[in-house]
T-cell receptor
Framework: NAGVTQTPKFQVLKTGQSMTLQCAQD?????MSWYRQDPGMGLRLIHY???????DQGEVPNGYNVSRSTTEDFPLRLLSAAPSQTSVYFC????????????FGPGTRLLVL | GQQLNQSPQSMFIQEGEDVSMNCTSS?????WLWYKQDPGEGPVLLIA?????ELTSNGRLTAQFGITRKDSFLNISASIPSDVGIYFC???????????????FGEGTQLTVNP
């Protein structure tokens, strides 16, 4: 199993550009989520999905879109990048039973100029 | 929404020392989790706690689920250089069909171990 994979590892964008961060998992997990990590702020939930076709907003959803057309993939779209979106983005997946550990991908480091 | 206060924010210790960090919340959680993040990597689960008062060990790591369900601590005994990293606590309220296994994370404790 590859676990949770994320691409790209690094990305530099100009303000106003759009892009999609890819996330895939091969563990047949129902639950997938996107977090952003900023210094001193821990991980904040952007969007999550409890299954294919079902998504919902997390704590900091503005400026991001998601879709879940398959169990395996959960892409995160930045519609019009802003410098405030400079961050490290992590995708995670799990079965959605109580306490089930979330497996994290290696992260995407995004710089918006 | 729920907030977790994790302390200390950073620690600088000598190899062999014991370490303690904790998380407190204004809300009750049903599950507490402790993760470690190595530089350039995603967080990895260290310990999961499922019952108030539960004390669980994983090698040199020991964690407890506070009796009020609003706090948890993590202890690391006899620290070694590879313990360096950021440690996060996370709380899970309850699993619902609409929200899945949603977690709330603390701000993290940056641990530095001097050989």
């Amino acid at each position: 199993n590859a676990g949770v994979t994320q691409t790209p590892k690094f990305q530099v964008l100009k303000t106003g550009q759009s892009m999609t961060l890819q996330c895939a998992q091969d563990m047949n997990h129902e639950y997938m989520s996107w977090y952003r990590q900023d210094p001193g702020m821990g991980l904040r939930l952007i969007h999550y999905s409890v299954g294919a076709g079902i998504t919902d907003q997390g704590e900091v959803p503005n400026g991001y879109n998601v879709s879940r057309s398959t169990t395996e993939d959960f892409p995160l779209r930045l519609l019009s990048a802003a410098p405030s979106q400079t961050s490290v983005y992590f995708c995670a997946s799990s079965y959605w039973s109580r306490g089930e550990t979330q497996y994290f991908g290696p992260g995407t480091r995004l710089l918006v100029l | 929404g729920q907030q977790l206060n994790q302390s200390p924010q950073s620690m600088f210790i000598q190899e062999g020392e014991d370490v303690s960090m904790n998380c407190t919340s204004s809300s009750i959680f049903n599950t507490w989790l402790w993760y470690k993040q190595d530089p350039g990597e995603g967080p990895v689960l260290l310990i999961a706690l499922y019952k108030a008062g539960e004390l669980t060990s994983n090698g040199r790591l020991t964690a407890q689920f506070g009796i009020t369900r609003k706090d948890s601590f993590l202890n690391i005994s006899a620290s070694i250089p590879s313990d360096v990293g950021i440690y996060f606590c996370a709380g899970q309220l309850e699993v619902q069909e609409t929200s899945g296994s949603r977690l709330t994370f603390g701000e993290g404790t940056q641990l530095t171990v001097n050989p």
